[in-house]
């Protein structure tokens, strides 16, 4: 207690010094001080300030020394981090990243698909999944129990059905103080850990996502899943919901899309700080919780896009000569497949290096001509079904096929239909 009183004593007798400091500085500024005075002042001021360096001057420059040694970067360390993937060009591990959809496109589904193959493939050891947003019905039916019963307890599945979201936001907390070395943390949905804070606000938002990285700088890998905003004249349903320190406090985010008539998910780059991350498509196969690699351009492709592309593909076949841009237009205008040329356009020219290429005729100034790719042959039959299943090799995302035996079964395959 004594140690104490001497504290107090010696901090009053030095804001003491420094508020006289503050006192005679302002007096000096005086208009009505005269420059003899004003010089008085200054030695006065002088004396204080060497009784400020005085006090407490024994070993400063030691003591500084061996904080700014405990605080500085160990350059080693720094030297041997490498970035490393739960799942190759879409998780990367010890960082937080945002997946964010519109209500039920699948995020929950995807991400349970992705807590399981890490856990198959040794990419992490544990998961604990906080879920504050399904439904006791949903979860049957995605069939967590087969999960739960496959990994025991290195997944642990927190719900709402046996804890509150104060016990729940109580657990993540208390992890901060431990060794989270290979683990990975998934909220879902951020929205409901705001505790009562504002997620329009970014103070807030803010403080909500520092407890996360409280949980990263402990080496935890963390996924929280968030909702984007619906559809309204100045915003575009792209836009996350609230505030914009969802998105900057994250180290990657993505946003999901679900292509009910290729049966595939899209996870679409937003935000790319650590390692390289990149769209990615793939289809969700419930039987064995996992995702399979498709091609992304093939996997965004709409009804309509189909027909149009296949339309272009009989009409390249069936010319003679190959054929101009405009001409391809206006056939597939005058097919009366599509009535939006901006669609049309895209189609072509997202067709180029995929389904035809585009050769320039240096006698028509240079005027490109358009014909079908060239596809190779090979015994293997169907590029889907041999592309790698991301749950047994997690590091990466890469096709087990080529892009052009790709090309050759989806020609052939749409073509059938």
């Known amino acids: 207690m004594g140690s104490i009183t001497h504290i107090q004593e010696k901090v009053k007798k030095l804001e003491g010094i420094k508020t006289r400091i503050g006192n005679l500085e302002t007096l000096a500024r005086n208009e009505f001080t005269s420059f003899s005075e004003v010089e008085e002042i200054n030695k006065e001021i002088v004396q204080l300030r060497s009784q400020l360096h005085i006090v407490d001057s024994e070993g400063y420059e030691q003591k500084l020394e061996k904080m700014l040694d405990q605080l500085d970067i160990d350059v080693e360390k720094i030297e041997k981090l490498k970035v490393e993937?739960?799942?190759?060009?879409?998780?990367?591990?010890?960082?937080?990243?945002?997946?964010?959809?519109?209500?039920?496109?699948?995020?929950?589904?995807?991400?349970?698909?992705?807590?399981?193959?890490?856990?198959?493939?040794?990419?992490?050891?544990?998961?604990?999944?906080?879920?504050?947003?399904?439904?006791?019905?949903?979860?049957?039916?995605?069939?967590?129990?087969?999960?739960?019963?496959?990994?025991?307890?290195?997944?642990?599945?927190?719900?709402?059905?046996?804890?509150?979201?104060?016990?729940?936001?109580?657990?993540?907390?208390?992890?901060?103080?431990?060794?989270?070395?290979?683990?990975?943390?998934?909220?879902?949905?951020?929205?409901?850990?705001?505790?009562?804070?504002?997620?329009?606000?970014?103070?807030?938002?803010?403080?909500?996502?520092?407890?996360?990285?409280?949980?990263?700088?402990?080496?935890?890998?963390?996924?929280?899943?968030?909702?984007?905003?619906?559809?309204?004249?100045?915003?575009?349903?792209?836009?996350?919901?609230?505030?914009?320190?969802?998105?900057?406090?994250?180290?990657?985010?993505?946003?999901?899309?679900?292509?009910?008539?290729?049966?595939?998910?899209?996870?679409?780059?937003?935000?790319?700080?650590v390692g390289q991350t990149q769209d990615t498509a793939f289809t969700y196969h419930p039987k064995s919780h996992s995702l399979r690699k498709v091609e992304l351009m093939w996997a965004k492709e709409l009804f309509t896009d189909e027909a149009i592309r296949l339309e272009i593909q009989d009409y390249l076949k069936s010319c003679k000569e190959p054929p101009c841009y405009s001409q391809i237009f206006k056939h597939v205008c005058e097919s009366g497949l599509c009535k939006d040329n901006n669609k049309i356009n895209k189609v072509i020219q997202n067709g180029k290096e995929r389904y035809w290429i585009a050769k320039k005729i240096r006698e028509q100034n240079n005027k490109d001509v358009f014909e079908l790719m060239i596809a190779e042959t090979s015994d293997k039959s169907d590029c889907l079904e041999n592309s790698i299943n991301i749950g047994h090799n997690p590091s990466t995302l890469e096709s087990a096929c080529s892009d052009s035996l790709y090309k050759r079964h989806v020609n052939k395959s749409c073509e059938g239909e």
């Open 85 to 273: 993937y739960i799942i190759g060009g879409m998780i990367v591990k010890a960082e937080i990243t945002m997946i964010a959809a519109k209500p039920g496109e699948g995020k929950s589904l995807i991400t349970l698909a992705i807590c399981n193959m890490g856990l198959i493939a040794g990419s992490v050891e544990k998961v604990i999944y906080f879920d504050a947003d399904n439904g006791g019905t949903t979860l049957s039916e995605r069939g967590i129990s087969m999960v739960k019963q496959r990994h025991g307890k290195n997944f642990r599945y927190i719900h709402d059905s046996t804890s509150t979201k104060a016990q729940m936001w109580q657990l993540i907390k208390t992890l901060k103080s431990t060794n989270l070395q290979n683990v990975l943390i998934v909220i879902d949905s951020i929205k409901n850990f705001m505790g009562g804070k504002d997620r329009d606000k970014n103070k807030d938002v803010s403080e909500v996502l520092q407890v996360l990285k409280e949980l990263r700088s402990k080496g935890a890998t963390v996924i929280f899943l968030h909702h984007t905003n619906k559809p309204q004249k100045d915003l575009q349903e792209s836009d996350y919901a609230g505030s914009s320190a969802f998105e900057e406090d994250s180290g990657n985010t993505f946003l999901l899309k679900h292509n009910q008539f290729r049966k595939t998910f899209v996870l679409e780059k937003r935000k790319n700080r």
